[in-house]
């Protein structure tokens, strides 16, 4: 096959020709053309630091759907951090790119215009914060926050430094089947919607584990951040920590980052939350009190659980770990189902006869055609390098993302303390009548790792 590169000559001549003859621009724009349309010149590539060189930043099996990778697409890598210094220098192209242990240096440089943010869970919402306060755009990886009081901490910087740009790598929001699932849905193809239901996968157990000296190379009490002081267990580190409370939210925040937010865009809820949060099932792997573990020595999130969230609009949203992974929408003409795979159901099959105009799905794109590529990872980076060019709001923004992984958040507030329901106030984003439950709204942090805001 012979491939054409697209100059930018060429792509304004297409689009020039396109409008005079009265055609719509594509629902996905070919990504010689977008590269033509942003410029291909040096000057004219974001420069960015990659902050975090673990598995989704550059070490993932497929590097192209690594954040290192898709920035390098698009921009200049010319830095890379890790707290772990063999992973910053593993990801620095044979010394080419300059190599950091503390972020912070990194966000000294001047000529950085952006930062990917791709470390452990515990540390994101610092780090973004951090950046935002020194000037540079952030994409940052899900999910955004560790607790619900962190996603207020950071949608109120991104409101302060509101020159910066900041989006989430929810990447299924550049995925064009969730993208004609969320537009199906609001233009009404299934009727009313009465429930929807967020498969996100289990969780796993496992424990005890020994105690080990740190790798040399691994600065573990920088590691740990704000999360408490513990001694370093392999597990507790990379590929595995988001199995700990202390640094994540298990799979529920993990898949239920990427289901969720789909589904309360979906349902028109995005922008609010559930008012009630009832855990049908739930399995801890280890002995809880007061909503912390009884142990340290093993995996501390759910391995199995089946939570109910009601929202105002009378829509029931079921988070679950089993069934197929993915999203399954019900209501009263029908229901179809859509994953990263998939996008199946009898209502999918009338998109033949009518399919969603070309406008809704540029809309809710952020009135951008969706870029052409192998993967939804590589149109996410290209969605927000386009917004850095014009300075828009990127299709995975930091209030809607604050709002749906919020839901999460409550989600693991009540399976931890064990709570059969509890009643959320999405306008104070309060826990109604249930002190010991709204103190898990944030964390304790330990000094010298404070957010402060």
């Not at 192209?93 to 440089?109: E, N, P, T």
Request: overall charge neutral; charged content about 25%; glycine content about 8%.
């Amino acid at each position: 096959m012979t491939h054409h590169r697209s100059t930018r000559r060429d792509c304004l001549k297409w689009f020039s020709r396109a409008a005079a003859a009265g055609v719509a621009a594509p629902w996905i724009l070919p990504a010689g053309a977008l590269r033509a349309a942003e410029g291909d010149s040096e000057n004219d590539r974001p420069v960015f630091g990659c902050i975090g060189c673990g598995a989704m930043a550059f070490r993932y099996p497929w590097p192209e759907i690594t954040d290192l990778v898709n920035a390098d697409k698009f921009g200049r890598v010319v830095a890379v951090c890790d707290v772990d210094r063999k992973r910053a220098e593993d990801a620095s192209d044979g010394g080419k790119r300059a190599v950091y242990q503390d972020y912070r240096k990194l966000l000294d440089r001047q000529d950085i215009d952006a930062v990917t943010i791709t470390t452990p869970d515990h540390w994101h919402a610092k780090i973004a914060i951090d950046a935002l306060r020194a000037g540079k755009d952030v994409y940052l990886a899900k999910p955004a926050t560790l607790t619900i009081d962190e996603g207020k901490q950071l949608w109120k910087v991104a409101r302060e430094e509101s020159k910066r740009i900041i989006g989430i790598c929810t990447q299924q929001r550049s995925d064009e089947r969730f993208l004609k699932a969320v537009a199906m849905c609001q233009l009404g193809r299934i009727g009313k919607i009465h429930r929807v239901t967020c498969a996100i996968g289990s969780g796993g157990a496992g424990g005890p584990f020994d105690k080990q000296d740190p790798p040399p190379t691994l600065d573990w009490d920088f590691w740990l951040g704000q999360a408490p002081k513990v001694d370093y267990r392999p597990q507790r580190c990379h590929g595995s920590f988001r199995r700990w409370y202390e640094y994540s939210g298990g799979t529920v925040t993990d898949w239920g980052a990427h289901h969720v937010d789909i589904a309360q865009w979906a349902i028109g809820m995005d922008r609010s939350g559930p008012t009630s949060v009832e855990v049908v099932a739930a399995e801890l792997p280890v002995p809880f009190e007061k909503g912390y573990p009884t142990v340290d020595d093993c995996f501390n999130t759910p391995t199995a659980f089946q939570v109910k969230c009601l929202f105002e609009n009378g829509v029931e949203m079921i988070i679950r770990h089993d069934t197929d992974n993915g999203i399954l929408f019900e209501g009263e003409k029908g229901r179809f189902f859509v994953n990263r795979g998939k996008l199946v159901g009898t209502p999918t099959e009338w998109l033949k006869e009518d399919p969603i105009p070309e406008e809704v799905i540029t809309k809710l794109n952020g009135g951008k055609p969706l870029f052409e590529a192998p993967n939804p990872w590589t149109s996410h980076m290209a969605n927000f390098v386009a917004c850095l060019k014009d300075r828009s709001t990127p299709v995975s923004d930091v209030y809607t993302n604050h709002r749906g992984l919020s839901t999460c958040h409550l989600a693991n507030i009540a399976i931890r303390l064990g709570r059969e329901k509890i009643i959320w106030d999405p306008k104070t984003e309060q826990i109604v009548g249930d002190d010991e439950a709204n103190a898990f709204l944030s964390r304790p942090q330990r000094e010298g790792y404070e957010i402060s805001v």
